[in-house]
């Protein structure tokens, strides 16, 4: 069950769950509009420092996953800085049939202008994919219970 997003005081905030819950390839032309040109962006696979560079790592996105969208769940932010907490929805037949969701967060950074400076993503690359592949999936989740003790 997905909640729905609660409303933010912050229009940056706004804006940017916005963006990222209706994100299309389209709107691949129109990252100048929520990141700064020398934005830098991470996640467990990416690390680039410009537009291109994520615009790079949305096109992969939309190239290797069938039906990808983000629904944000919570938001907090402070002065320049904000933390979203999301699912991530994709259809991937490698992974099984179905829909798969990744949970994770992201860390924002607000530059002066309103745009995105720092986007930094958070989520267990282990637990939320590597686990769900049929062989890989057999010795991360035994390696898992190995270090539980």
């Not at 769950?17 to 020398?38: C, M, N, Q």
Request: aromatic share 12%; net charge negative.
């Amino acid at each position: 069950m997905t909640l729905p997003m609660p409303r933010h005081a912050d229009p940056r905030v706004v804006r940017v769950i916005t963006f990222f819950e209706h994100l299309a390839p389209a709107d691949l032309d129109r990252l100048d509009e929520v990141y700064a040109s020398d934005a830098r962006f991470k996640d467990p696979f990416n690390e680039v420092h410009d537009i291109p560079g994520i615009r790079c790592v949305f096109a992969h996105m939309f190239d290797g996953l069938g039906s990808p969208r983000f629904v944000v769940l919570d938001a907090i932010a402070q002065g320049d800085q904000c933390f979203l907490t999301w699912d991530f929805l994709f259809e991937a037949p490698r992974l099984g049939p179905g829909t798969t969701t990744i949970h994770g967060g992201s860390h924002l950074r607000f530059g002066p202008d309103g745009r995105l400076v720092l986007h930094r993503d958070y989520w267990d690359a282990a637990e939320e994919l590597y686990e769900k592949l049929p062989v890989l999936g057999a010795l991360m989740r035994w390696l898992k219970r190995q270090a539980a003790g």
